[in-house]
């Protein structure tokens, strides 16, 4: 009788197997020297080298959602780097961009089901429409779950330690309530160790030759009055841009990123959004006089012409001419990005004088230096989704753990030894005619070096970033050809990382939050009242339409704001470890 039940486990054990394998993928000409390789979530076969089998070719596409497009090599498939990825593990990824908002494409994507295998898209946390959007897709059973899949994978298990990202990520996004304990999210661009976390360089700077005619020092630029006066003396100067052309005097990247930079003077050192008052309660910082002060300051820069009327809606790519043309004369974004529009043109090396160069860095409002203000791991960050059009989920986590490896990103980053780089002592570093290119400033050489696959694929593939503590520079060339100029301006502005949870964390439990979010914190109702503010003939008329933005807020759905700001202030009370 015993052998008998035993046979008959035996059986149930052999028949389970085959009903897993009929709910595999249906990639056909996908084949494997260990098990069928053609598993999809679920899929337990050949767990103890599930990370280092290879695939047999199998092609995948992933959509990177980010507004600008997207450069990669002109042939995905048979560039140096993809073809030894391929050789490695089988498997390849063509990467395709966008032209257009991340939210509107993810929204078209998931309500036509056209759906590629993989998504790279901004995943902020929180109010953020991305995020809302890849939530809302996950509940409706658009997303794969990859909570037991991902962890087979060694250079991806740690995607979810505290430090890699934070306590409130972890528990208010990536394992939001709504997803009933699955994961569906791989955060991707977070910090591996401390020298991970990435110095993005942030804040105002002006085209070189400017301060110099004015005779004015930049670095002594510290509050939005004294910006004021910077840029108007720069109107009256009557600078022309690289072509002979009347210039504009500040500007930004698109749909406005990142004016706030011009009046960042007006913010205080804090991780929320909420103000602890005289009394002990909390407000919204939207309803303070200074949100007020602070968009009267561009209301001010738009009105005298300090501040370009296209920002608010031109594209990265406007944005590139205008800074790479030097016709801008002062820029708010990130400081590489800038450097990178002077380069597309050349004005970087055919007219150096003109290299922009830092504004302060500028102080908070109680005169304290600017910092990167971080959490200890990363709060909000780009991440990869697999729909369930993706045709093989494990071959995908195959190719993405074998990038995020040592060998694997290396390849990705430095290309080819002997052909790309060499190792010097113990570390790779760019041969020296491409580290001499890139000292005077060839962009050429960056697309020389995509059209062997180096670059664009760990860019938008990287997990828990370790490439400083591996190499001893995070990107190619950086030890021997960093621009001194963005090194320096790294060091004055520096990231300041603190342990604690952030006030925003706690706040999305109060009983009517989606209705307060809706009105309050999604789609383009603030934006639209600001932006009029900054277009108003009259500053008399400009604080008038934000007074009327906060009067909405505090009216909305029989005044459920109020009540809300009480339960913030019940929510900043209840921990130690609050970060408001």
């Known amino acids: 009788m015993k052998k008998k039940v035993i046979s008959i486990l035996l059986m149930m054990?052999?028949?389970?197997?085959?009903?897993?394998?009929?709910?595999?993928?249906?990639?056909?000409?996908?084949?494997?020297?260990?098990n069928d390789n053609n598993s999809t979530a679920g899929d337990t076969a050949g767990d103890t080298d599930v990370a280092t089998k290879k695939y047999d070719d199998v092609k995948l596409k992933m959509l990177v959602c980010w507004n600008g497009g997207f450069k990669t090599a002109s042939d995905q498939y048979n560039n140096e780097v993809a073809k030894k990825i391929r050789e490695v593990t089988g498997v390849t990824v063509e990467f395709e961009g966008i032209m257009m908002s991340e939210t509107e494409k993810l929204n078209l994507m998931f309500a036509s089901g056209d759906m590629p295998d993989m998504i790279n898209a901004p995943y902020w946390g929180g109010d953020a429409g991305e995020t809302a959007v890849i939530?809302?897709?996950?509940?409706?059973?658009?997303?794969?779950?990859?909570?037991?899949?991902?962890?087979?994978?060694?250079?991806?298990?740690?995607?979810?330690?505290?430090?890699?990202?934070?306590?409130?990520?972890?528990?208010?996004?990536?394992?939001?309530?709504?997803?009933?304990?699955?994961?569906?999210?791989?955060?991707?661009e977070t910090p591996g160790d401390a020298n991970g976390v990435n110095n993005w360089a942030y804040?105002?700077?002006?085209?070189?030759?400017?301060?110099?005619?004015?005779?004015?020092?930049?670095?002594?630029?510290?509050?939005?009055?004294?910006?004021?006066?910077?840029?108007?003396?720069?109107?009256?100067?009557?600078?022309?841009?690289?072509?002979?052309?009347?210039?504009?005097?500040?500007?930004?990247?698109?749909?406005?990123?990142?004016?706030s930079g011009y009046s960042v003077n007006f913010s205080e050192k804090k991780f929320s959004s909420y103000v602890k008052q005289e009394?002990?309660?909390?407000?919204?910082?939207?309803?303070?006089?200074?949100?007020?002060?602070?968009?009267?300051?561009?209301?001010?820069?738009?009105?005298?012409?300090?501040?370009?009327?296209?920002?608010?809606?031109?594209?990265?790519?406007?944005?590139?001419?205008?800074?790479?043309?030097?016709?801008?004369?002062?820029?708010?974004?990130?400081?590489?990005?800038?450097?990178?529009?002077?380069?597309?043109?050349?004005?970087?090396?055919?007219?150096?004088?003109m290299r922009y160069v830092p504004v302060g860095p500028m102080t908070y409002k109680d005169?304290?230096?600017?910092?990167?203000?971080?959490?200890?791991?990363?709060?909000?960050?780009?991440?990869?989704?697999?729909?369930?059009?993706?045709?093989?989920?494990?071959?995908?986590?195959?190719?993405?753990?074998?990038?995020?490896?040592?060998?694997?990103?290396r390849l990705c980053q430095y290309g080819i030894?002997?052909?790309?780089?060499?190792?010097?002592?113990?570390?790779?570093?760019?041969?020296?005619?491409?580290i001499e290119r890139k000292r005077n400033g060839d962009s050429t050489v960056d697309d020389e070096l995509r059209e062997k696959g180096i670059g664009y694929i760990l860019g938008r593939t990287l997990q828990?970033?370790?490439r400083f503590t591996w190499w001893g520079e995070s990107n190619a060339g950086d030890a021997d050809a960093a621009m001194p100029e963005v090194v320096a301006y790294k060091e004055a502005r520096p990231i300041e990382r603190v342990n604690g949870y952030p006030l925003n964390g706690l706040v999305n439990k109060f009983e009517k939050y989606d209705i307060v979010k809706q009105f309050a914190f999604e789609g383009t109702t603030m934006d639209d009242y600001v932006q009029r503010a900054f277009f108003a003939e009259t500053e008399e008329e400009a604080r008038s339409i934000l007074k009327d933005y906060q009067n909405y807020l505090l009216t909305q759905e029989n005044g459920v704001f109020k009540d809300y700001l009480a339960f913030v202030t019940e929510c900043a009370k209840s921990r130690e470890d609050i970060l408001d």
């Open 417 to 434: 030894e002997g052909d790309t780089y060499t190792m010097v002592d113990g570390k790779p570093r760019l041969n020296a005619d491409l």
């Open 203 to 259: 804040g105002v700077f002006v085209r070189g030759d400017v301060p110099k005619a004015l005779g004015i020092d930049p670095a002594t630029i510290k509050t939005a009055d004294q910006l004021y006066d910077f840029m108007t003396k720069a109107k009256e100067y009557g600078f022309k841009d690289v072509n002979g052309n009347d210039c504009i005097i500040g500007t930004t990247y698109h749909n406005g990123w990142d004016y």
């Open 135 to 188: 939530k809302k897709a996950a509940m409706e059973g658009r997303l794969l779950p990859i909570e037991d899949l991902f962890t087979k994978y060694p250079h991806l298990a740690n995607a979810y330690d505290i430090g890699v990202i934070s306590q409130s990520y972890l528990e208010n996004d990536l394992d939001y309530e709504g997803y009933e304990g699955h994961r569906y999210i791989l955060p991707q």
């Open 13 to 34: 054990v052999m028949v389970l197997s085959l009903l897993s394998g009929c709910k595999k993928g249906n990639n056909t000409d996908d084949t494997t020297t260990s």
């Open 464 to 466: 828990a970033d370790t």
């Open 279 to 353: 009394d002990g309660t909390y407000t919204y910082n939207v309803l303070t006089d200074n949100w007020i002060d602070r968009n009267l300051f561009t209301w001010k820069l738009v009105k005298n012409g300090l501040l370009d009327v296209e920002c608010f809606k031109h594209s990265d790519a406007q944005a590139d001419e205008k800074v790479g043309n030097g016709t801008a004369l002062f820029a708010s974004a990130q400081y590489g990005v800038i450097i990178n529009s002077t380069k597309l043109t050349s004005l970087y090396t055919s007219n150096p004088d």
């Open 367 to 409: 005169g304290s230096k600017v910092v990167q203000l971080e959490q200890n791991g990363r709060q909000g960050s780009p991440a990869i989704i697999f729909p369930t059009t993706c045709s093989n989920v494990d071959a995908a986590l195959r190719y993405l753990d074998y990038v995020n490896s040592e060998e694997g990103a």
